[in-house]
């Protein structure tokens, strides 16, 4: 399911086989929340650490690729809602990585979700408060043993809402990765006059706008349903091209998008005239 109202409890998602997207990118989430490992000789990062009831599964899913939790480097997020951020103390502690979240999230993930613009008075939707190690900025850079992530800021979503790029080699080709942190419109959003997040509608505008310019071979996002884990995973076996590779599928999940949120934002300024 998608998280549109993020209204607890959330159900804890189904396991999903991890396995490698291409080169050395691989997935180690849920079959809804998504975690992405990135493999370097220096040691790996960890994109997503999902609920904290999911941090047990992405370890074992990481070892069952042959790999180590504890070479875990760097985690990264998406963005700091409960389904992408909870588990991110846990993993540290088990792992030492060091925690970079893009600047905007910081106060979100260190207040465990009480300071979030729409969510800061619900309970229900807190998560244990984790320290950031390094404060990430838009078009930041990390690299490690050859890796470059770059980090863009697509907020709106959330006021740190992070899509990750990078470039991939599989088979002497290189491949441009976007891993969309969110474009939803949750549910309850309040697109004009929102007094805790004035400029969350141009963020929105500002977000679409980067997501059109970005090259895209790998299409994955936060959610699996965004770029239909499933029914590629149940292709990649068999398909002499990798599924994965989905340029025309990012291109048309940020027109759709990009069509939800001007709906919803015609629907709030004729509300507002009203």
């Known amino acids: 399911m998608l998280l549109n109202n993020l209204c607890f409890a959330y159900p804890i998602p189904n396991p999903f086989p991890p396995f490698r997207i291409i ?8 079959d809804d929340l998504a975690s992405y490992l990135i493999v370097t000789p220096k040691g790996n990062i960890l994109i997503n650490s999902d609920l904290e009831a ?39 502690q088990e792992t030492n990585a060091k925690y ?18 729409h969510y800061g008075n619900d309970a229900s939707t807190y998560f244990p408060p984790t320290k950031v190690d390094q404060v990430l900025h838009d078009g930041d850079q990390i690299k490690l043993g050859g890796v470059i992530l770059t980090a863009h800021l697509t907020a709106g979503h959330t006021q740190g809402c992070t899509t990750w790029t990078m470039q991939v080699m599989d088979h002497h080709k290189v491949y441009h990765v976007v ?42 996002g936060a959610h699996a349903g965004y770029f239909n884990l499933k029914q590629k995973y149940s292709l990649l076996k068999n398909s002499t091209v990798n599924p994965f590779i ?29």
């Open 100 to 117: 970079m979240v893009m600047d905007a999230d910081v106060p979100l993930v260190e207040s465990g979700g009480k300071s979030d613009f």
């Open 23 to 30: 080169g050395n990118l691989y997935y180690v989430g849920t």
């Open 179 to 220: 891993m969309v942190g969110s474009l939803n419109v949750n549910s309850g959003y309040k697109l004009i006059n929102n007094k805790k997040y004035p400029n969350i509608a141009k963020d929105y505008e500002h977000a679409i706008k980067v997501l059109k310019s970005l090259p895209c071979d790998i299409f994955l």
């Open 54 to 92: 999911n941090v047990p599964m992405i370890k074992n899913s990481i070892e069952k690729l042959g790999f180590k939790f504890s070479d875990t480097k760097i985690l990264l997020i998406s963005h700091a809602h409960l389904d992408h951020a909870a588990g991110s103390k846990l993993i540290k």
């Open 246 to 274: 989905d340029p025309i599928g990012y291109k048309k999940h940020v027109e759709k998008k990009e069509q939800e949120f001007y709906k919803e934002l015609k629907k709030q300024e004729l509300a507002a005239k009203s």
